[in-house]
């Protein structure tokens, strides 16, 4: 009824809480702590896709708005005609719709200026508070044309004239026991769904396009993980993982107490692969390729979901990407 089989036999499922992919938790389109009003089905699911997207681009201003914006619309494109397959009562892929949840989570504002700042999503906790009207769309559009086939081909103009009022009132609590509560239903997972893991990968992978593997900037999550990669398949990796660890730190990525934990358990992620195919492939776009894939079966490596992780478990946190000392040092071939 939630959870999709192959969703769930992923290893990152087994490992870490996510979100169903069949159909939301129960409640979460309703007022914190009351029934759901609306039906059954996914109601968070377009407006956590897109706040991620938007945020994402916001803190990690690397690619254009036009090349964020296809990467956003082809991945998730991809993850619902897939799912929907399967499963025909899953929503299909909507130009319109996914077009409106971009404007509402303003990704169309300019980027911000100055140091990126990476805090858990906690977007459920958000739409608990009030912050996010995941109804917002019916002050735009009828039903009709909401849900129509052709606005799932192109993108259709609103035909509302978007005076409706909200339905949603704030509610914070000082305490801030709403976080709490929101937590305790489900609403804020560990690892993000597969729409939102295989964006960030195929961003991280285009980031890397035409990036010389000598000329890395360690002050970029995509850079810091490729270095990993390539140290996995070094035989003997000691040097360039000292290397790995000196230059995020430098960097200011990661403090110098936490480094060694997290560099052991990137590599943890990255070495069975590397001992499954013997050899780092030749070409730089097969190599791109090889970590988009890494990425993309293990979401917990972006670590901007929410706080729940298991005591045991590491997560893959990094300080705010400052104005670098030594951001990356052209043709050091410390790593390979």
Same mark, same amino acid.
């Given at each position: 009824?939630?959870?999709?089989?192959?969703? @769930?036999?992923?290893?990152?499922?087994?490992?870490?809480?996510?979100?169903?992919?069949?159909?939301?938790?129960?409640?979460?389109?309703?007022?914190?702590?009351?029934?759901?009003?609306?039906?059954?089905?996914?109601?968070?699911?377009?407006?956590?896709?897109?706040?991620?997207?938007?945020?994402?681009?916001?803190?990690?201003?690397?690619?254009?708005?036009?090349?964020?914006?296809?990467?956003?619309?082809?991945?998730?494109?991809?993850?619902?005609?897939?799912?929907?397959?399967?499963?025909?009562?899953?929503?299909?892929?909507?130009?319109?719709?996914?077009?409106?949840?971009?404007?509402?989570?303003?990704?169309?504002?300019?980027?911000?200026?100055?140091?990126?700042?990476?805090?858990? =999503?906690?977007?459920?906790?958000?739409?608990?508070?009030?912050?996010?009207?995941?109804?917002?769309?019916?002050?735009?559009?009828?039903?009709?044309?909401? =849900?129509?086939?052709?606005?799932?081909?192109?993108?259709?103009?609103?035909?509302?004239?978007?005076?409706?009022?909200?339905?949603?009132?704030?509610?914070?609590?000082?305490?801030?026991?709403?976080?709490?509560?929101?937590?305790?239903?489900?609403?804020?997972?560990?690892?993000?769904?597969?729409?939102?893991?295989?964006?960030?990968?195929?961003?991280?992978?285009?980031?890397?396009?035409?990036?010389?593997?000598?000329?890395?900037?360690?002050?970029?999550?995509?850079?810091?993980?490729?270095?990993?990669?390539?140290?996995?398949?070094?035989?003997?990796?000691?040097?360039?993982?000292?290397?790995?660890?000196?230059?995020?730190?430098?960097?200011?990525?990661?403090?110098?107490?936490?480094?060694?934990?997290?560099?052991?358990?990137?590599?943890?992620?990255?070495?069975?692969?590397?001992?499954?195919?013997?050899? @780092?492939?030749?070409?730089?776009?097969?190599?791109?390729? @090889?970590?988009?894939?890494?990425?993309?079966?293990?979401?917990?490596?972006?670590?901007?979901?929410?706080?729940?992780?298991?005591?045991?478990?590491?997560?893959?946190?990094? =300080?705010?990407?400052?104005?670098?000392?030594?951001?990356?040092?052209?043709?050091?071939?410390?790593?390979?």
């Amino acid at each position: 009824m939630y959870y999709s089989p192959e969703f @769930l036999a992923q290893e990152t499922s087994a490992r870490f809480y996510r979100l169903p992919d069949l159909q939301d938790p129960p409640d979460s389109s309703g007022p914190l702590g009351l029934p759901r009003q609306k039906g059954t089905g996914h109601f968070t699911k377009l407006p956590r896709w897109a706040h991620n997207v938007a945020r994402t681009h916001r803190r990690q201003p690397t690619l254009p708005t036009e090349s964020i914006t296809e990467i956003a619309f082809s991945t998730l494109k991809q993850t619902t005609s897939r799912l929907a397959q399967s499963y025909p009562n899953v929503q299909p892929f909507s130009e319109t719709q996914a077009r409106f949840w971009l404007k509402y989570m303003k990704m169309i504002s300019p980027v911000a200026v100055g140091k990126e700042s990476w805090n858990p =999503n906690q977007f459920g906790v958000h739409v608990a508070q009030g912050g996010f009207d995941i109804w917002a769309w019916e002050a735009h559009y009828s039903a009709k044309l909401w =849900n129509s086939i052709e606005a799932q081909v192109s993108y259709k103009d609103p035909d509302l004239d978007g005076s409706r009022k909200s339905e949603v009132d704030w509610c914070g609590w000082p305490d801030g026991g709403v976080g709490v509560q929101a937590r305790w239903r489900g609403w804020d997972p560990e690892v993000g769904g597969g729409d939102e893991v295989e964006f960030l990968a195929e961003v991280a992978a285009r980031e890397l396009d035409g990036v010389d593997a000598n000329d890395l900037n360690y002050e970029m999550r995509s850079h810091i993980l490729f270095a990993a990669m390539l140290a996995a398949f070094e035989a003997d990796s000691e040097q360039y993982v000292g290397q790995l660890r000196r230059r995020i730190v430098d960097a200011g990525r990661i403090d110098e107490d936490k480094v060694e934990k997290w560099v052991q358990e990137a590599l943890k992620i990255m070495q069975p692969y590397a001992k499954k195919l013997g050899m @780092l492939p030749a070409s730089s776009a097969a190599q791109n390729e @090889l970590l988009r894939q890494i990425l993309g079966e293990n979401g917990q490596v972006f670590a901007r979901w929410g706080p729940l992780s298991f005591p045991t478990e590491f997560k893959f946190e990094l =300080n705010p990407r400052l104005k670098s000392k030594a951001a990356h040092v052209p043709g050091d071939k410390g790593i390979p």
